[in-house]
């Protein structure tokens, strides 16, 4: 069970650097591809329009990974709860209820 706790924690680090490093990468609406690679945007690798194409899934993908890391990570760290377990509350132990004794048995007349 550690081993697999290990992994999802590679993992989740991993897609995290991936995610930050893709989303520094992205140019804005009104960023030029010419400023970027020093060229104009018909000589860049993916052409005119194919690296926000590309940068765009690859951001959604590694998102995606975190995300399922992340909820991977909760199921696997939260300890196995029993039936009669009552979460936070469990190390308390009830309090008897007694019926409220009153000083003076006796209306007086």
Known sequence: MELIKTLVLIVNAL???AVIVLVLMQHG???????AFGSGSAGSLFGSSGSANFLS?????????FFASCLA???VMTPSANKDSLGVMSG???VASQPA???QNKIPE
């Open 73 to 75: 990570l909760v199921l």
């Open 57 to 65: 899934r690859s951001t959604a993908v590694c998102a995606t990974v």
């Open 29 to 35: 609406k009104g960023a030029d591809m010419g400023a």
């Open 15 to 17: 897609s995290a650097i």
């Open 92 to 94: 308390v132990k009830p």
């Open 101 to 103: 004794q009153s000083t």
